[in-house]
Every structure is written in C-alpha cells, then in structure tokens.
C-alpha cells in the first residue's frame, strides 16, 4: 500500500461513521462552489484551445506543485489514470484526466473542473479525499485558469476508468463524502498573512495549497482528519515515517538552514540527508521542477511552523558496552558508504553525523532501510538514486537495533533507544526475511 | 519474421561498456536507441551490495556473475588440422551475463594503450628499417596499423576518464613529462579526474626497488576510484574501501568504473533510452542491396522470436561473439590462412602474461588490503619503450607490483615450493605464506600471425542451432622470445627487492590452453584499419562491408598492447558513436571509400 493509499485507506475509515451522521451534519458551507463562478461554464475542455504560450507554461508549473501525475499517470498514459487505490472498503481507480470527451474530462467545462479541483464535487458525485482537494481548495483563480490552460494541451487518451467500481456498499455512495467535508474540509480559497512577508505568503501557499504537503507530514485523528494542533510535527503513512518538517531544532528543520531544505527539494538531498520513499517520488515527479524562489519560500515557511515539544534526550554513552559492540558492526556494515564518521558521501550516500531526519521518536526509516533496504530519489542535478541494501539475512532484531543506536547516538547526536522488539514487528510487517541462521560444520 | 516491434535508429547488442558509453553518446544526440542484452538487469544494492560482493566461493570460485557455457561456448584448437573441441568448464573467457557485461565484473585496469601499440608497422618500420618489418612479417606475424593515431584517440581517451573516474596521475602531460607518473604514455592533456591509490606495503618495497635499479615506477591508472567523484553525467561514484573483491565481483560501493555505477543511472532515465534484457540477438538482417542490414533478428528467454528493425546496427557483444554475430549475418568474408582471403576473424592475438613469486620471511603483507587496479608497474620493458636493435623481438611488457587482492580460497595455493597442498603441512604454510608472499605481473603485448583467427565451427552449435565460433591460436615466437625476455626482468626485480624462494610462471614457455591463462584479455577477429583488405572495419569501427553496422570491442584490435583492453574499447565506442551522430545520420553511407 502506498502513502497515499495509506492515508486513503484512514479517510474511508472516517467515512464509516460520517456516512451515518452526515445526513443531518448538512454543512452547505463546504459545498458553497459559488467562488468559483470566475471560471467559464460554456467551453469544454476538449473543445477549448488557447494560444497563450505563457499560461500553459504557467499551468505546467501549477501541475508540477501539484504533483498531478503522481496518481494519474500510470501505464495508460500520461494522466490517463488507472492508479488503484486498495482500501479494506474496496478499491478507488484514479481517473483519467486528459481531454479525452468519452473517458477523460474532456466534457467538463472549466467551471466543472474549477468544482472538482477546489471543492471536490466531480462530474460523477462527490470526490473522495484521496483526492487532495481539501489543499487545492487554496489554489487561486489565477492558478486555476493557467492550469485549465495547461489541461487543455494534453494529449487525449481512451482510457476508461470506473473509480469506484471496486468500493463496496456503502463507500460507493459519493454522497457520503459530504459529512466528512463538513467536519475536516475548509472550502475557503488562501488567505495570506499581512503581518509576514510576501516571501513567506508564497511559501505557505505552496506547502497548503498545490504542494499539500500536509497530507503526509501531517498526523490524523480516528476519522482521518488532520489534527491541527500538530500541524507538519510528522506522521506514519505506510510504513514510512514523513518527518516533522517545523522549526523544531531536534527532529525539524529549526537546525537546517534555508538553502539546504531548499537543495533538498530540488536535488533529493541536501548533502546530509536524502529522501527516499513516497519523499523520493514527490522530489522526482513534483518539487524538482520548482523554481529557487519559490523552494526558498517553501524552506522559509515551513522553519516558521510552530515545532513540537520533542527535544534531544542525553545520548547513549559511547561507553556502553552495547555501543562499543555496535561500533564494530557499523564499521563493518556501514561504513563503506556512510563513512567511519558517519559523514557519508555526498550525492551519493547519506551521512548521518547531524542528519535529523534521523532522530525522530519515531524510528519507522532507518528501521526500514535496513530491514527492505531503500533507494535515493534520483533528479535532474543528481541522478545517481544510489540503493541501501537489506541486511535482513545478515543482522537479527537486536543487531538493528544496536546499531541504530549507535549511528542515532554518536557524533553529536542523540536520539530515543530502539528495541529489538520493535525492529522484529517492523520485520513482520514488512515481510522482510529472517536472519540466515548458518548450521554448524558437520563434526567427523 | 512474424514478430515485428518498432523500428529504432540505433539497435545495441549487448549493453556492457561499449554499449552504454555508445547509447550514452547517441541518446544525447537525440538519437532514439534500443539496447538488447543477453543477460539480466544487476543493481549494485539489490545484487551485489557490500554486504554480499565479497562471497568469493560465490562470484570468483563459482563466477555467478559469468555467462553460463550452457548458453554459448567456443571451441578450441591450436592449429589448422586439429579438431577442435568445444571448452566445457570456466577458463580463459569472461563473457558478461548481465546489463553492464564484462564490465561489470572487471578488475579495474584503466589503461591507454600507448601510441606505438596503434602503429606496430610503420613505427617498426621507421625506428628499425623496412627490412625489419618485412622480416617479421616474413615470419608470419600480422603486422598492420590501426587506422587511428593515439594522438586521434586522445580526446575520446580522457572522454572515457572522465565517464569512469579514473585514478591516477600523469606522467606526460601538455609535453612535460611528469615523475612519479607514467613518463612512457602518450601525452595527455589533463591530469586524472581522481588521484592514484595509496600504496600497500608490497607496492611501497616494489617501487622502491624499481627505483634504486633506474627504473620509472608509477600507481597504475585504475577504475577503483581513490575518492568520491561527480562524472559529467552527473553520477556520483564513492571511494574504493580496499576490499579487494573486485574482479570477478560487481562492487558494492559504487567505487568500481562500470556501467551501472558511471553510466547506466543517467542513461535510463532518458525518453529515448529502452533495453531489453534476457534477450538474444540472433544475428543481423541483410537488407537485398547487400551493402546495409534491416535489422536484427531476437529471441527471448522464453523462446519468443522476433524481428528489431533499425537504421543502424551497433554490434558492441563481447570480442568473441562480435566477431560470431558478424559470421552468422554473413556481413564480410570469414578470413581463410591458406590463401589470406577474407578479414572476419583475422588478426586473432592473446595477451602474453607471466608471473613472478616470491616471499619474504617474517613480512606483514595484509593482502586483504587490496584494489583490483592497485598496484606499482614499470613501463620501461613495455612496447617500443626500450630499443630492440639488437632484440630477436618486438613488443614488451608491463611489469607489475601488485596488491589486487587477498582472497582466501584463490590464494590457497600460494605456498613455498616443497609444501602439501592438503593437511596440517598445508595449514601452517598458508597461515604463513598468506602473509609473506609477493607477486609480480608481466602483461605483454601480443602480434597477430597468419595461422591464428576465429571462424565458424563445422561441427558444434549452441542452445538455437547456431554454429558455435571456434579459435585456432597458439603463442607465436615472437611473443614467446618477448616473453621469455620480460620475464627475466621480472625476476631480476624480486631478486633485487629480496624475495625468497622465487618462481615464476611463462605462460608462453606451453602451448596456449584455454584452462590455464592468467589473462582473459581475448582480441581482434574484426580489426579496424585503413585497407579493406586487412580489415573488417574502417577508423571509425564502420564495417566496410555494411554500412550502417559498426561494431566496438577488443574485437576491433589489430594486435594487442602491453595492458587491460578496457579503456581502449571504451575510447573506441566514444569515437564510434561521435562518427555516427555527428557524420553518418546525416549522410548515411561509408565513412571512408573503400
């Protein structure tokens, strides 16, 4: 399941409920689309051309904030959809969104397509939140007419979809999706800060609107909404861990300056740290693409938001007897590409002297690269997307945990102690291999 | 052929170094290229990472990185007459079995071969008279130029360098010759992209006693690179950790050249990139003008068949199934030695190799401390560096000190003289010898002669039908004599340096057998030239007999320098793949009137 299958499966969940009481929760202010009048209700989209080279191009970049093709370009074809989403209620199907009059959106109007990207009423029902309209609600008119632009360019690809063809009774009633809106969705466009600058006003409309950045960052209560409160303080989606991304010094980017959250985003690693997982598809298909204004502006908001309360504990002392075993293993198993202090290798492999991404409470990552292993986004700027092997066969429960206590609590770091037990849970779940045990040489 | 897929402008066969560097050159040039590789995709973390490119039983003693010879083997002969028999278990041939090929497992010797080995007939010629070279030839020796100049070579030389990484240092650069490098090669116009590897212990005794005997000592150049590099592809390779694990083994950190850690992560993320691997190239399709080809025919692992049309045919296998692929599409005239007819599978030479041993009683030598291209050579006895007036030869050889590796099975059988090789006598031996042994490599040059080539064998054929290819080679007396002569300087050497109980191994003293080679450096059989008459490709690897195939490889040698082919071939495919976007897409047809 991937990270956004994950967070739909935990949305649905929401639904379960909503579905029961959103028949009298009516909240008509989440389906108020009237903002939206802006957009023509006359032009299809297959019918309509512009020759305006600049808001195509302008409407390219919106699609790259927005990181459309990552849902709906699967192996039909570019924005032809077919991406499943399995969920315990049956499976979503990402739509075909090219011009397409049959089995895209080629028949929507831009007024219909206004509704669908801010307020998640699509042209069959009700979308479901897999569907990041809750941030694209942000988008502004401008952005949406240039994107409408851009939509208008592509190529039209036959591709039929039934999107919830595989949802059972009752997650196939879109209707549902209405109560879930009128508790977690806020149907109003962005509203900048007057008391910041323009600078971080573009930042915060990037990371909330297009970028939804929240989705993953962000934790989520029993129903599947966002907990305000710990707004970006780091959540579990599918068995990655996407990290606090606050001004939180310890485990956040209060630590990292602003030119290297920015190199990040750009590149896939800021020298120290590289993304890897769901974080390694959004660099490659989405934040790559972002021009160093606004990656600066994203890197300025986010070391804004209000960090949690997490702190450095006092580091295991490298006198441990545990520490001392676990030093060897390292520099055994780990130290031909994080290096004997582990400063890593740039562009290639990360360094884990100063790298908080690594420090988290949460141990979920550097638990899973060594169980399944991972592999480096790869960019334009650096292509390389080196691999981290698995070390399953080689090292148990407690090996891993040792020594990812070691690397989380050695040059100058300082992290929470792992146990073996949760190394073996994470083991089961991720259907990693045993420890190869070797028999003993037959005696003669 | 009822399977059909669409038509490309560049078909590859076989995706190792030549391949990569080749797709690499015409991807960027917009071209759009298919790639098809016999063997299966390999990643450095999923298939040989740290943790697991050391399993020396697995890749070395059991060679799971090399093309199985229920696939496809050769057979073999020493000369016209005898019957050839087919070779049945692991010997001389290191056929690559995945993306990557060779060079995937290689050692890491990163040489440029030197501007003599290019120009066997004329230098000869010039430094020692017409009569000279008539007279080797009246020998039998194959003495032929290669249509290209090193100084022609030098730009796609460095190219190559910069791709790989290559650690070194410069022993003539921009005319200043330069100590501590290599004062013989051909000038070069900048230094290494990383510097040369440090010394082990036995490279620091080796240079030096080279140097108190006069001689000009320098770090070979190699593909385990000394520290962490950006290529200008933009792939980032790490610093070579010593390990030792390199030829026979993929390299787990990224530090070793090949094509997965140089070019491979740049060239499949391009649009108009695809391979296709686990699929076989069959042979080429002849267009009915005779003078191109249409295609090539496939099969996959599962025994599909179908057909790749392309305007253009780039045959970049290993040596020995290059120079196959081109019999079995009946592109040129198989070469014959009773009447000299024919170029396809002329010219086959070898690499002649010897070692010398030593030991030194009471030494540290830490040979797990190790580099596949880690090692101290003297050039002086390589090539025409030395005068040969009054020498029954031509040729040298490179004379190396070298730490490659310190694998425990391998070097089992590395004892004093007078040991069992079995039981406690054997065990006390190694734990000791282990330790206090040294070696020292002759890697020599090696002359085509008029008996030795490469053709179709009449009687055994592989897994589809085809005719196996089958090699007719013995050591000529040139390179028996040269030899013969650089051994002897070897062995001067640990003498000097105060080895014990010293030996050593001339491979050419016997007749050459595949089982018992300390090289794997196999050449020609479609060697470039400026004749047509004596070659099966033009200078730029075009063959003369079908326009749109080139072909790159150690296959494209006309004889062999005293060094790794490695560099050379990678040089090679650079200048092919410039000649075919920058002159033949825009005019297609011979790059040169035959």
Not at chain 2, 207 to 230: K, L, W
Not at chain 2, 551 to 575: D, E, K, Q
Request: hydrophobic share 35%.
């Amino acid at each position: 399941m991937s990270a956004i299958q994950h967070i739909a499966f935990r949305i649905t969940a929401g639904v379960v409920v909503l579905a029961l009481i959103g028949g009298g929760g009516w909240a008509w202010k989440t389906l108020n689309t009237s903002r939206s009048a802006v957009a023509d209700d006359q032009v299809t989209l297959a019918e309509f051309t512009t020759d305006d080279e600049d808001a195509i191009a302008r409407g390219n970049y919106i699609m790259r904030l927005g990181d459309c093709a990552a849902c709906h370009t699967r192996d039909a074809g570019e924005f032809a959809g077919g991406y499943q989403v399995g969920t315990p209620f049956g499976t979503l199907v990402s739509s075909n969104i090219t011009p397409d009059p049959d089995t895209g959106i080629g028949t929507m109007t831009e007024r219909d397509f206004f509704n669908a990207m801010r307020h998640g009423q699509g042209s069959k029902g009700m979308l479901y939140p897999a569907m990041p309209y809750t941030d694209y609600a942000k988008l502004t008119d401008q952005d949406m007419h240039d994107l409408w632009a851009y939509m208008s360019t592509l190529t039209p690809i036959s591709h039929n979809v039934d999107e919830d063809a595989g949802m059972s009774f009752p997650f196939n009633i879109r209707l549902a999706m209405a109560g879930w809106n009128a508790l977690f969705f806020d149907n109003s466009g962005f509203t900048p800060d007057d008391t910041q600058s323009p600078q971080w006003n573009r930042g915060a409309y990037i990371v909330e609107g297009p970028g939804h950045c929240s989705a993953c960052h962000t934790p989520r209560n029993a129903l599947g909404g966002e907990i305000a409160s710990r707004h970006m303080q780091g959540a579990v989606v599918d068995g990655w861990f996407a990290p606090e991304i606050t001004s939180n010094p310890h485990v956040g980017l209060g630590d990292t300056p602003t030119e290297d959250v920015a190199r990040y985003l750009k590149t896939g690693s800021d020298g120290v740290a590289f993304a890897a997982g769901p974080m390694a598809e959004a660099v490659e298909d989405s934040t790559q693409y972002m021009t160093q204004d606004d990656l600066l502006a994203v890197a300025q908001y986010l070391k804004s938001l209000p960090g949690s309360p997490a702190v450095a504990p006092a580091p295991i002392p490298a006198s441990d007897t545990a520490m001392q075993a676990a030093a060897q293993s390292y520099e055994v198993n780990c130290s031909a590409c994080h290096g004997l202090s582990g400063e890593g290798i740039k562009a290639l492999a990360p360094g884990f002297a100063g790298n908080h991404a690594l420090l988290s409470e949460n141990a979920t990552n550097p638990i899973r690269a060594v169980l399944v292993g991972a592999r480096a986004a790869h960019s334009h700027m650096l292509p390389t997307g080196a691999g981290m092997p698995s070390f399953a066969w080689k090292m148990d429960d407690q090996d891993i945990a040792d020594v990812l206590n070691y690397i989380r609590n050695s040059w100058g770091n300082a992290a929470e102690p792992i146990g073996a037990a949760q190394v073996s849970e994470a083991r089961a779940t991720l259907g990693a291999r045993d420890k190869i045990i070797w028999s003993e040489a037959p005696s003669r | 052929m009822a399977n059909t897929r669409p038509k490309a402008d560049v078909v590859i066969v076989g995706l190792g170094w030549a391949g990569s560097v080749m797709a690499e050159e015409l991807t960027r040039a917009g071209l759009n290229v298919l790639a098809i590789e016999r063997g299966a995709w390999r990643d450095t973390s999923t298939d040989f990472p740290p943790a697991v490119d050391p399993d020396e039983l697995r890749w070395h003693t059991r060679r799971k990185l090399l093309q199985p010879m229920s696939v496809e083997t050769t057979t073999f002969r020493n000369r016209s007459g005898q019957t050839a028999a087919p070779v049945r278990n692991w010997s001389a041939y290191q056929f690559g079995w995945n993306v990557g090929g060779a060079g995937t497992h290689w050692a890491g010797m990163s040489w440029r071969f030197t501007p003599w080995d290019f120009e066997v007939a004329s230098q000869t010629a010039d430094r020692y008279g017409a009569s000279r070279l008539a007279g080797l030839r009246d020998d039998g020796l194959l003495l032929q130029d290669w249509g290209v100049t090193y100084q022609e070579m030098e730009a796609d030389y460095d190219r190559f360098e910069r791709i790989a990484g290559t650690s070194g240092k410069a022993g003539y650069l921009n005319g200043e010759k330069v100590p501590g490098g290599n004062v013989f090669e051909g000038m070069r116009k900048r230094e290494y992209p990383t510097p040369p590897l440090k010394d082990t212990h036995w490279m620091s005794i080796y240079r030096e006693t080279t140097q108190s005997m006069g001689y000009n000592p320098f770090t070979i150049p190699a593909g385990n690179i000394s520290q962490a590099y950006v290529n200008p592809l933009g792939v980032t390779m790490g610093p070579c950790t010593y390990c030792g694990f390199c030829d026979f083994h993929g390299c787990g950190n990224f530090s070793k050249s090949s094509p997965q850690a140089c070019v491979l992560p740049a060239l499949m993320r391009r649009p108009n990139f695809t391979v296709l691997t686990e699929t076989e190239v069959l042979h080429a399709v002849k267009h009915e003008d005779g003078k191109t080809v249409t295609g090539v025919n496939c099969v996959t692992r599962d025994g599909e068949t179908f057909f790749q049309p392309a305007d253009i045919v780039c045959i970049t296998a290993y040596q020995m199934d290059n120079v196959r692929l081109m019999l079995l599409s009946q592109i040129g005239e198989q070469y014959d030695p009773a009447t000299m007819r024919g170029t396809i599978g002329r010219n086959y030479n070898y690499q002649t190799c010897a070692s010398v041993s030593g030991f030194f009683s009471g030494a540290k030598m830490n040979p797990f401390i190790g580099g596949g291209a880690l090692g101290v050579q003297i050039d002086d006895f390589n090539g025409d560096n030395f005068d040969h007036s009054d020498l029954d030869f031509i040729g040298g050889a490179g004379i190396m000190g070298y730490s490659t590796n310190g694998r425990p099975i391998q070097n089992m059988n590395g004892l004093r003289p007078g040991h069992k090789r079995w039981g406690s006598d054997w065990k006390q031996a190694y734990a000791r010898d282990y330790q206090e042994a040294a070696n020292i490599f002759v890697q020599g040059t090696s002359m085509p002669t008029r008996g030795a080539y490469l053709s179709l064998d009449p009687n055994y054929k592989d897994r589809h039908g085809q005719p196996l290819l089958s090699l007719t080679f013995d050591w000529n007396e040139n390179d028996r004599k040269m030899a013969a002569w650089t051994t002897q300087k070897a062995t001067q050497t640990m003498q000097e340096a105060g080895g014990e109980a010293i030996s050593s191994d001339n491979q050419a003293a016997e007749s050459w057998n595949p089982y018992k080679q300390h090289s794997s450096h196999t050449i020609a059989g479609l060697e470039m030239g400026a004749d047509p008459t004596t070659s099966a490709l033009n200078p730029y690897l075009q063959s003369w007999d079908c326009h749109n195939v080139f072909s790159v490889g150690a296959s494209a040698f006309p004889n062999n320098g005293g060094y790794n082919p490695t560099l050379t071939v990678g040089a090679l495919a650079i200048r092919a793949a410039r000649a075919i976007h920058q002159t033949y897409v825009n005019n297609p047809g011979p790059l040169v009137e035959a």
